[in-house]
């Protein structure tokens, strides 16, 4: 079984008492307590290094390269393979960050990584 993972702004969307939430910003969001964002886990090992998010700083001219710069961090990121081993129970994920572009975030890229290695685990 593979569990389904979903991306949320940590600001917008409700919990729904199915889901397990996955914060997965190196830096808590702004302005929102705890409690507000109800939070299962904060799981900072998966985001993206300081140098590359300071890099990339979110310049939309810039995301094809940082996708493959992300996906090349996650790949050697042993982080990952313990969020799979660990999370391949769970039905529902949903991974949380706080960046307003919902086109060019790390969650995505994230996500189909993770999407992946489950798929290939379940195999």
């Known amino acids: 079984m593979k569990p389904t993972i979903k991306i949320k702004?940590?600001?917008?969307?409700?919990?729904?008492?199915?889901?397990?939430?996955i914060l997965i910003d190196r830096l808590w969001p702004r302005g929102i307590t705890k409690e507000a964002a109800s939070v299962d886990e904060w799981i900072k090992e998966l985001a993206p290094t300081p140098a590359l998010r300071k890099w990339f700083g979110h310049d939309p001219a810039l995301w094809k390269e940082f996708q493959k710069k992300y996906q090349s961090e996650?790949?050697?990121n042993p982080a990952v393979?313990?969020?799979v081993e660990?999370?391949?129970?769970?039905?529902l994920l949903t991974l949380l960050y706080a960046a307003k572009d919902e086109e060019h975030t790390h969650a995505l890229v994230?996500?189909?990584?993770?999407?992946?290695?489950?798929?290939?685990?379940?195999?």
Do not use: A, G, I, N
């Open 110 to 123: 994230l996500q189909h990584f993770l999407e992946e290695r489950f798929r290939r685990k379940s195999e």
């Open 74 to 76: 996650l790949k050697e």
């Open 9 to 21: 702004r940590v600001y917008l969307e409700p919990s729904k008492k199915d889901e397990h939430r």
């Open 81 to 83: 393979e313990d969020f």
């Open 86 to 91: 660990t999370h391949k129970k769970h039905r």
